[in-house]
């Protein structure tokens, strides 16, 4: 008659039996002594420097900042779920691999109800908890500030920008060939009003980290704050026909009082002001519109 051989000082079958009460006993020390690891490396590494961006550019405007919260933010929580994943996988296969003269068989429960639960659970409230931050961040993005320091109309055509300072009565514009410049406070919110004359462009200032749209017939108003003085690249980031390579442009971020001395150099032109890149933003010579 064939028999089934069961484990070493358990009482059912093999499969069925119930671990030895020493090494069971050492497993829930092995567990408590790998969580309280993991819980003093994470804060060493938390304690030890500044959170890092993880491959995300520096950015320039405090809209942008958020962008990169919100990026900090699911990398963290996708490394959580990663760790969450490995770390009991990783404890199971070194814990229970097979060693020379151990015939303990841990125990083959199907189930255990309090870990389906929270498998369930902690997914779904990470996935909610990112829902929020995101929505929050959003908000916080595409903001208007109702008392900018600058308005400035942003005028997207086929194939260059144009910038009109409202309320402070002239246009910044470049010569063909020549990329035009933005200037603009630092610390201090500025609302761009974004304007097609023909078809859809797209205004991005990578530094920036945010883009929006120019769509003929559509109001499109951001704010940007910007936090860093220097000099931005920007361009159209939607394509726009044949010489959409064409539709660069400068931002120029300075302190508000060189930005003040700048206006007061274009309103003495008068007019249109034709400032290219690269210049000191202040060129007074006379530019088509």
Known sequence: MRTRRTAQGGGGPLGYGRPMGAPGRRRVGSGR??????????????????????????AASDQGGHVVGLWQGFFLAAVAVTLVVWVPLAF????????????????QRAYIIPLEIAYTVVP????AALFVFSVRTE???????????VRVEVIGFQWGWQ??????GFTVDAPPGEKPQLVLPVGVPTNLELVSTDVNHSFWV????????LIPGVDNEITVTPNEVGSHEGRCAEFC??????????????????????VDEQQAAGGTASSAAGG???SNEGGGG
């Open 124 to 127: 779904v409230l990470i996935v």
């Open 206 to 213: 990578p530094r920036f980290l945010s883009k929006r749209d």
């Open 33 to 58: 002594l790998l969580a309280g690891s993991a819980l003093l490396v994470g804060s060493l590494l938390l304690g030890a420097c500044q959170l890092p961006t993880f491959g995300a550019p520096d």
């Open 139 to 149: 908000q916080q993005v595409t903001a208007v500030s109702t008392k900018p320091a």
């Open 280 to 282: 000191s933003g202040g």
């Open 92 to 107: 199971v296969l070194l814990r229970y691999r097979r060693r020379d003269g151990d015939d303990t068989v841990p125990s």
């Open 241 to 262: 026909g044949l010489d959409h390579w064409r539709m660069a442009f400068a931002v120029r971020v300075v302190p508000l009082a060189e930005y003040r001395a700048w």
């Open 163 to 168: 910038f009109r300072y409202q309320g402070e």
